[in-house]
């Protein structure tokens, strides 16, 4: 290498070196060393040529310098970062001193000032809890605090406050809300109600009773005539029953004339204000069947078991004096169900409030292809927002009490019946990742056949009352604000856990013997 590239070299690695302030840095001086290091590899040393060997030695002192400077300076930038803490820690402890100070003399001073803005801040807080939602008002102080102790101003000790409100559908209200979380001491901390059982208590004793029967039963004819008189004789209660259930009570003995019924459909929607109590005699269809004629508030539901599947029906029927008896002189634990509200908006509707009449489900409303040889194609939209495109066999929308019906053969989950919520579960999609939802019980879900549809949609409410929708027709469901309170058993959890072991046989496996090989 000729003396003129190594000079060149050196006087690279040194302008490049060269800071702006004066000072070398870290990174330029290990940069230097690094030059020198590459420039002995690339002029290797021969041993007849003694120039060359006392000027590689000198490059070597010159990267043992280089290397010392480095590590100087990441020492010296070490200590001044420990000073300069310690610098920060004492002048905190300085102006906390100062705080400390000004507090005890502002202290004497102050006190008929505080009063006045204490009588100011309560008549705020009158007002302000008196508005929709929760406030955060409170002061944390310090209450084991001694009385020697110096006082903090109240700008350290003061939480920000802050308000809760629930909006549904744009409108705020304070409507439940001591039902949701609580508030104490600025925090919020969400209420236990999913885990309290419902319980129901008279006020005043019961008076009249309906008795709904599934057709065409031989045993559950039977079994009515003899509750009819039970109670009756027994209860003195008004018994009222289907006209088809009063014609064979008559058929059979004239002295069930006191029995009570209705003349027409008119009459049904008025019959929640004179029923006190509904029993049902067959499975859980009948079950729907009572739900279905209460288009409003619902009585309290006794449902004895005398169908094939009782996953709302608790009771035996063999024991239906003690039950009835336990009932009426009350208090009984209770399953609030919830019920869908279905409407149907036609695509000839001049506007969203042009539905036809509202139908209320128990179990779910599906929306399927029909007799139709070609895939539903469904839009889906939940409060507006787009969801997802259906294209399968159909969809199911489901409450949680029907999570053990038609959406359980669909693939959904089995939910607890007072989980709040709307299953949302496809029929047969073809999609390998279209996987069932469960949405909040207080969104609006729509869904609508889109114009490009090659064929028609049919919807049906409980397996009943189908309606065909043509592309542009749509089905809007939102949760309705009537359950139905079914009596329990023994508890809600315990009856729903008792269905699905006995009616599914969920989980039902050979336990594994104990006498094969053991961990040691």
Known sequence: MSPSKLNSNDDESVSTSQPENGFLSSISLLNSEKAVQELLQQAPVQQNDDHLIEFSEALRTVAKALRRAAEGKAAAQAEAAEWKRKFELERVRNLHLECK???????????????????????????????????????????????????????????????????????????????????????ITTAERSSKQISLKWESDPQTVLILTKPNSTSVQILCAEMVSWLKEQKKLDIYVEPRVRTELLTESSDFNFVHTWKD?????????????????????????????????????????????????????????????????????????HRLMCRVLRDAAKNEYETEEPVIVLNEVTIDRGISSYLTNLECYCDNSFVTCVQGDGLILSTTSGSTAYSLAAGGSMVHPQVPGILFTPICPHSLSFRPLILPEHVTIRVQVPFNSRSHAWVSFDGKDRKQLRPGDALVCSMAPWPVPTACLVDSTSDFLRSIHEGLHWNLRKTQSFDGPRDT
């Open 265 to 337: 459909d008119n009459e049904i929607t008025h019959l929640h204000r004179k029923v006190d109590l509904v029993v049902t005699l067959g499975g859980d269809g009948t079950v729907l069947w009572a739900a279905s004629m209460f288009k409003g508030p619902v009585p309290p539901v006794v449902p004895f078991s005398l169908g094939s599947l009782g996953f709302m029906t608790p009771f035996y029927s063999e024991h239906y004096k003690e039950c009835l008896d336990s009932v009426l002189k009350g208090p009984i634990s209770i399953t609030l169900r």
């Open 101 to 187: 100070d000004m507090s005890l003399e502002e202290n004497h001073r102050d006190d008929d000032k505080r009063e006045h803005l204490a009588r100011q801040s309560n008549k705020h807080l009158e007002q302000c809890c008196g508005s929709n939602g929760l406030c955060s008002h409170e002061v944390l102080q310090d209450k084991e605090a001694n009385s020697d102790s110096k006082v903090i101003p109240d700008k350290y000790t003061r939480k920000a406050s802050f308000k809760l409100s629930w909006c549904c559908k744009g409108e705020y209200s304070d409507q439940h809300k001591h039902d949701i979380v609580s508030f104490e001491r600025g925090n």
